[in-house]
């Protein structure tokens, strides 16, 4: 039975509490967050209970810590987590600053505690089946890796302000299923993008409707489109071409109902965001971290996954400043 | 080159006029039928010759009829046709008449000329594709056949009083299905059906709703529902239940087009009627005759193909009358 | 917080004590199994106790009693648990006599206490969201209700033995949601039907490939067909056509990839069988039920949901026995 | 009635033929084509002449002349005709030099005839319909149109030799299809392209799988997606972001038939080819010049539709030789 403690008990906090509690080798120790009321809660729900940070990582019967809360206390939270010699559970992004996240990778590496780092789609049933079938072979070799990303609507103002803007904050996700799928580091980043969905957005020097292009040095490319705002739902599709076929996941809908009238033949729009659409991948994700501990073996999606993602953002907007295709490995 | 008289310039006839027209092997020679206006207006389209009955007979230049005409003057026009020693063409039903059916059939086999009946629907790209997967042995021994076979709007009371009714009219065309995919002959059928889409059809003593069930000896079975009203277009659809899968046949749709909108996925509804969904099944009807004739061997689906629908619809109608199951041959 | 005793620890009793376990206004307080070491693995993976029919009746913290056991002891449990003035849930069927079933009502009736029966597809959100929109009129008046429902693989020789038969067993949850969705009791049931999956089912004087027709005295039909073996997993989709539209709620596919290569384009199969398929609707089925004891109101589906089904289960086989259609009520 | 003369009797010449001897309002006229015996077949498979240029220019019956020769004889052949008055249809490209497409529609404006350059894309129903969407607003603004164009084979290395490269060759077809659905003129495209198809591909200098990138000045874009290899067949998809929603047209299937079976439910692949794919755009594209024809307005897709495409094309493969984003009008 693995003893767990969650820092941060917002909306991605409260799933994985959740899910802790309902996975059978494991439990809900601890729950922190600078919100009293949101900590209390959250513990009472499952029986855990509340503590600060020093509690919890003195507690040595705690053996992993999950860190949900927002995103300029990662990089400190895995630091001294680290250093508690703990096993670390981070969400996406480990820090909006390239030299932050190498100055705390290196902090884990030096303790030698496991870290896994949330990017939830790679444990996916249908995104995780697509990736089994391009290492089997199944469709030859990998050329073309295309990501539809577009979330049901923008995100307020506040948010963009401290998000890291369109690439850090939500196309982070593709680099990094981009990265998965093509099996190999892209060497150029080219990115051109619009604020077309909200003038806010645009007045913060943000962007909302983005095409980025991956090229690898073997010829591979991928293509990543995002938008902040669709109107029918999270729209969350990946194909892949390759020299024998192609793989494609599709939007999974919201129910199997489909009416046929007058005007047409009504499918279920996508699952409306990513709570509903990764329901399972978040399931999958903690059930794949209980396992890997277990064994004793490294956890993936790990640091170096989220420091690689972060320098395709960072390249893209370096690409969308300078108009110009950039190398990523250059901005280290 | 095969020249052709058309029987019959009405909706279907102008149907086939096209297709005898554009096809490379064969000539539009004669057009007849009752009204004069119609009869010329197709002729001059396609430059053929308006001309009676006997001048169409007697012309030893003609080599095929094709009896477009109305019903009831089918079976008359085929044995005059069959008298005269030329091929014949013609739309189903040879008549509504068993009797007169049997008498037509007679003539047909004493003169020894060929003859094809209009079952447009065995030669549809998709249905064909289907038989011949059956045939194949694509999903092992066939078990259950299931047709749906809806008709986008009601016909008119005046069409409706001289039909010979649902059965007779419209399930017909699935009895022939239902025989050609089984492959097997019925000898069962059980009518449960009801006037639910247009009271002036109950007070004519018809139907316009129906589920039949077709038992074979060898415990295969098939099952028909019809409508005589579908809101979204012209619903047709197959599927074969076999001992290792299952076949179907989806409705065409008036184009690829899908939009998504915040009430749903809307793809476009099936083709309106069948002039649309079967076009390349009239133009592959008159190419099999055409080649069939060519090489001498026996056209299909021919008179006894007609015979035997009619008598699983009559026997769906003595079912619907006694409440009770028939047996097709008892009818005989 | 609602005390439950599970009874039953089998296939069905596990996915249940899941869902109690993990639902926040219930414990899953005892377990009981003629089996011991299934009530012990069960009891001890969610913290409850295991205890004997007499024990749990007694102990008046207990608010609830599922009832998971074998077919045949479903009537005297409900019976003994009504009788000590507990809330009832109980899988599908009551029992596989009509006699059996009607006193057993009898004496729930006589003690007022609250009764569910299992019939777990009213609560899948597919099929739930279909029922809503034909109470809301979204398709007009309902005319023809299509049940299509195929299981993966023919059960054991020993199953079908006591399983009552197909039309009791399995068509039993087709004729529940057939009656659900006319929204009227059928006056007539005509059943064809054959051995063609199994010859062992041959010889028990079962069936496993059925069409069954219900007639309502309104005119509105539905038909179901039935087949033990689907090579292609659990096919489970339902189709209503009304005045003004058509509903249909397609299989739910084991992933959203879809393959294209060479020989087609390859999505997934359905998911394997009711466990997987069915896995919300228990989830739901559960909720609803201690969200309606605790409202105070009436349980759906009730004793009377048990009986009319098996009622057309009954007609089903007397129509399959003597070959003609049969009224239902006449069998009571 | 309109007279037609065809020079060109290859693959596409043949598709145009078989629809002028089809379509009710023209005739063919004439065939040329360096081949005699080309020539010679359609011909007489469609009773029109074989004549030279001359005679054909020098006929005053002639009153519409269709280039569907080799790409490198367009342009003489278009000036040759609009100095003899007559009206153009012309196969994309007008020529593959942009110096060369600027004179020849210069002759073609000073001649004052007609000119329909053949983009059929932009006549096949779906397309049209998706363009007719876009244009009635039912998306509200266009934000991002998203292009996969994938041929089924790599065409032999005689044939790359010639045709101008990947981008000139067939990417103009997207190019069209972008600008038209764009509805505003790209003012920068970037490509990034490989050879991962064919070794002999690369040998030429040329590429066969891409991605290039349109950005229009209000922040609009358009990203093609493009591989001379697809095992499925062609692969025609187009998708385009709204404000308010999503239109796409899918792919069309072989054939409405779908097997599901033990390994999964498989529909048809894909039409073969353009030839398949187009058959009805080709046939509305012909109605379409007709019919506008007739009507005294001007034709389009115009000359200058040619000239912005290639633009577009010699801009991709300047971005591909630079690696930066070029600017279409700078190459004029």
Redesign the interface.
Known sequence: MLNVALLGAGRIGQIHAGNIA?H?QCRLAFVMDVYAPAANALAE?YGAKVADLDTILADSSIDLVAICSATNTHADLIEATARANKAIFCEKPVDLSLQRVQSCLATVREAGVPLMVGFNRRFD??MA??QA?LRDG??G?T??V?I?S?DPGAPPAEYVKVSGGLFRDMTIHDFDMARWLLNEEPV?V?A?A????DPEVKALGDVD?A?V?L?CA????A?I?N?R????GY?QRIEV?G???????????E????????????????QHFFLQRYADAYRNELATLIETLAKGEVLYPGGNDGLQALLLADAALESLKT???VAPQSLL
Chains 1, 2, 3, 4 share one sequence.
């Not at 619009?194 to 969905?197: E, G």
């Not at 073997?218 to 490319?221: E, T, V």
């Not at 129910?255 to 996508?270: E, R, Y």
């Open positions: 309902g059978p729900k049933p249908s089946h697509l079938c199944e469709i070799e050329e073309l295309t539809s577009r150029s080219y051109s619009s604020a077309l969905v409707t095409v292009t090229t073997s010829g591979k490319m293509v489109t938008s705002r669709a109107s029918y729209d071409h020299s024998e076929g192609m793989l494609q996941v599709t939007n999974q809908l129910s199997q109902l489909v009416k046929s009238v007058a005007n047409g033949v009504v499918a279920q729009k996508p108009g110009k295709p």
